[in-house]
């Protein structure tokens, strides 16, 4: 399992491996100490229980999408078909719009699933199956203020 823990101090995201033997990472960029406590489930992949960072067991579930190159995919398209439809092709200009918005879809049909600590915001990417929820605002807001009240930041 891929780890990426969030330094509670200065946000920054820190790659961890799932079978880390260390007991703390040390944040590269503002230098403090982050204890880690993983899991057997964690290390083993078998799935994500426990977030190593804060101790938190509620998380929730999205696509690993990065919304950059969705939107890439759609402003070459976009361009590209404005082109041919200059030039008086506004069928093949419409075509290869629909191309664009289909190479979209499978490309995020096809994303895996990463698993995000409420608290910290750690991520997760594994093999194992998905088995936290979608995201609830409610439920963001009420642990987001308790682990910001825990380590002091309000
Ligand atoms: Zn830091
Ligand atoms: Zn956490």
Redesign the pocket.
Same mark, same amino acid.
């Given at each position: 399992m891929q780890i990426l823990a969030r330094?509670?101090? +200065?946000?920054?995201g820190?790659p961890v491996r799932g079978d880390e033997q260390a007991a703390a990472i040390r +944040?590269? *960029? +503002?230098? *403090?100490d982050?204890p880690l406590k993983i899991s057997d489930a964690v290390r083993s992949d078998r799935k994500v229980d426990r977030c190593p960072v804060c101790d938190g067991a509620d998380f929730y579930g999205r696509k690993d999408f990065d919304p950059k190159v969705g939107l890439t995919v759609v402003i070459i398209g976009a361009i590209v078909s404005g082109a041919f439809y200059w030039f008086g092709r506004d069928l093949v200009a419409y075509g290869i719009l629909a191309g664009a918005v289909l190479v979209d879809l499978v490309v995020y049909g096809r994303l895996k699933d990463l698993t995000v600590c409420y608290r910290c915001h750690t991520e997760f990417r594994g093999a194992c199956a998905r088995s936290a929820p979608a995201f609830d605002l409610h439920t963001a807001d009420v642990l987001e203020q308790e682990y910001e009240r825990r380590i002091g930041r309000r």
């Open positions: 330094c509670p101090k +200065c946000d920054a820190l +944040c590269g *960029r +503002c230098g *403090r982050i």
